[in-house]
């Protein structure tokens, strides 16, 4: 029996402008408008006193990312590769530090480059550092912008009071990280990388208001708070420049729905610096761990199928070289096509979808099917299944 899909009125959407190429300002071309975007897996090695062991990518990944590979995305996205190997988003985070430099570790993100390849994807590798969303158990006293602990109800885990990250301290712990983490992906054959600026990880700890409260460059007006992200962009840049074709991305939300939470102004206000500074391509998201958001939450937005597309459009106009792509939601073709057509974004971010089906993209360019499975683990209900079944490989990890 073939499984039910999402209705939709068309037959077929193969020659519609998803296959269509997208530049990025820099050179490179993806293939079509679909992103594979990224979805954490929580199954690298977690070995934390053998920093060699520690954030290796196992089996169960390369084999994913061979099905996506095989796909038909124009860019794929790892899942958060984290850069600090005691700020970890959980314990089973792929990781690239200094101290676990090796040749295995080399091999392994260079062969998870080519899986991603396989059919003509860029392949992008998204870096991330969780801050205070780091789980108590890998780390009780994590860094973060400030000592604003969060406390959440939405997962299993808890969360340590977070360290205020001294400013002396900005660029060694933090800066240097990412870089570091940068040129490793280059250098192992990666097009790109994506930094994680949504969902409350460290970037959004510094950038949104409720996580903020600090006095220096780094804290109080919208412009000190962007000024860490903008930092390592320079960082990154300086080491990779743009002529090298090298893409530089990051995750933004366009809203956060909270009281005090990034607005839809702010927002727009710091794409528009994005845009000014040459990032190649911008990805909005929303939400963060205490009001998470890839569900239709509001009202506002359960009247569409993408999740951010009404704040998607408001932002667009800001952006001019930089790509746009729009995640969260997204499960027909017409739905898809609509939101290119109407400008609110370029290309399109696939989650929970792809993982019941990794060559969506490529059934619906070749006419095959014109929406996702229905029963792929719809929304809330993915999320906290995954999360049950990341919890179970979790306590597996620390010995629970
Ligand atoms: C289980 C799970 C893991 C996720 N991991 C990441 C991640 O590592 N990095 C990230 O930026 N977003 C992550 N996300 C968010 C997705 O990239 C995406 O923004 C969200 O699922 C909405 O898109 P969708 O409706 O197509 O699933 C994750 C989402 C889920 C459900």
Same mark, same amino acid.
């Given at each position: 029996?073939?499984?039910?899909?999402?209705?939709? =009125?068309?037959?077929?959407? =193969?020659?519609?402008?998803?296959?269509?190429?997208?530049? %990025?300002?820099?050179?490179?071309? @993806?293939?079509?408008?679909?992103?594979?975007?990224?979805?954490?897996?929580?199954?690298?090695?977690?070995?934390?006193?053998?920093? $060699?062991?520690?954030?290796?990518?196992?089996?169960?990944?390369?084999?994913?990312?061979?099905?996506?590979?095989?796909? $038909?995305?124009?860019?794929?996205?790892?899942?958060?590769? +984290?850069?600090?190997?005691?700020?970890?988003?959980?314990?089973?985070?792929?990781?690239?530090?200094?101290?676990?430099?090796?040749?295995?570790?080399?091999?392994?993100?260079?062969?998870? *480059?080519?899986?991603?390849?396989?059919?003509?994807?860029? &392949?992008?590798?998204?870096?991330?550092?969780?801050?205070? #969303?780091?789980?108590?158990?890998?780390?009780?006293?994590?860094?973060?912008?400030?000592?604003? #602990?969060?406390?959440? =109800?939405?997962?299993?885990?808890?969360?340590?009071?977070?360290?205020?990250?001294?400013?002396?301290?900005?660029?060694?712990?933090?800066?240097?990280?990412?870089?570091?983490?940068?040129?490793? @992906?280059?250098?192992?054959?990666?097009?790109?990388?994506?930094?994680?600026?949504?969902?409350?990880?460290?970037?959004?700890?510094?950038?949104?208001?409720?996580?903020?409260?600090?006095?220096?460059?780094?804290?109080?007006? +919208?412009?000190?708070?962007?000024?860490?992200?903008?930092?390592?962009?320079?960082?990154?840049?300086?080491?990779?420049?743009?002529?090298?074709? %090298?893409?530089?991305?990051?995750?933004?939300?366009?809203?956060?729905?909270?009281?005090?939470?990034?607005?839809?102004?702010?927002?727009?206000?710091?794409?528009?610096?994005?845009?000014?500074?040459?990032?190649?391509?911008?990805?909005? =998201?929303?939400?963060?761990?205490? $009001?998470?958001?890839?569900?239709?939450?509001?009202?506002?937005?359960?009247?569409?199928?993408?999740? %951010?597309?009404?704040? *998607?459009?408001?932002?667009?106009?800001?952006?001019?070289?930089?790509?746009?792509?729009?995640?969260?939601?997204?499960?027909? &073709?017409?739905?898809?096509?609509?939101?290119?057509?109407?400008? &609110?974004?370029?290309?399109?971010?696939?989650?929970?979808?792809?993982?019941?089906?990794?060559?969506?993209?490529?059934?619906?360019?070749?006419?095959?099917?014109?929406?996702?499975? #229905?029963?792929?683990?719809?929304?809330?209900? &993915?999320?906290?299944?995954?999360?049950?079944?990341?919890?179970?490989?979790?306590? $597996? +990890?620390?010995?629970?």
């Amino acid at each position: 029996m073939s499984p039910q899909r999402f209705p939709t =009125s068309t037959t077929s959407a =193969s020659s519609t402008i998803l296959g269509d190429r997208l530049k %990025f300002r820099n050179g490179p071309e @993806a293939q079509n408008r679909f992103l594979k975007a990224a979805l954490t897996e929580i199954q690298s090695t977690y070995a934390p006193n053998e920093p $060699k062991k520690h954030g290796l990518p196992t089996d169960t990944i390369l084999n994913i990312y061979d099905k996506w590979g095989n796909g $038909k995305y124009g860019v794929i996205l790892t899942s958060n590769v +984290l850069v600090d190997p005691t700020n970890l988003e959980s314990a089973g985070n792929a990781i690239i530090f200094k101290e676990g430099e090796s040749h295995e570790r080399r091999a392994l993100y260079t062969y998870w *480059a080519q899986l991603m390849k396989q059919d003509g994807a860029l &392949a992008v590798m998204q870096l991330s550092h969780a801050g205070r #969303q780091t789980p108590e158990l890998v780390n009780p006293s994590p860094w973060s912008a400030s000592d604003v #602990q969060l406390v959440s =109800s939405a997962r299993f885990i808890t969360y340590g009071k977070p360290i205020p990250l001294p400013t002396e301290l900005v660029k060694t712990e933090v800066v240097d990280r990412f870089v570091y983490a940068a040129k490793y @992906a280059y250098e192992c054959g990666f097009d790109g990388i994506q930094l994680h600026g949504a969902h409350g990880y460290l970037f959004s700890q510094f950038t949104s208001p409720t996580t903020n409260k600090r006095t220096d460059k780094y804290g109080g007006s +919208l412009e000190n708070r962007q000024r860490i992200v903008l930092e390592i962009y320079d960082a990154i840049r300086a080491e990779i420049p743009a002529s090298t074709g %090298f893409l530089v991305g990051i995750k933004t939300n366009s809203v956060e729905f909270q009281n005090e939470g990034l607005t839809l102004e702010d927002a727009k206000l710091m794409c528009k610096v994005y845009e000014e500074r040459g990032f190649d391509f911008v990805e909005l =998201s929303g939400g963060t761990f205490e $009001k998470i958001a890839f569900v239709h939450e509001r009202e506002s937005t359960r009247r569409r199928e993408a999740f %951010f597309v009404e704040f *998607a459009e408001q932002i667009r106009p800001v952006f001019n070289k930089t790509v746009v792509y729009l995640t969260g939601g997204f499960r027909t &073709a017409p739905a898809m096509i609509d939101a290119i057509k109407s400008n &609110a974004t370029q290309g399109i971010g696939l989650g929970r979808p792809i993982t019941a089906e990794p060559d969506l993209p490529k059934k619906i360019l070749e006419g095959d099917v014109t929406s996702a499975i #229905q029963d792929h683990l719809p929304d809330l209900q &993915a999320a906290l299944r995954w999360s049950r079944w990341a919890e179970q490989a979790w306590r $597996k +990890l620390v010995g629970m």
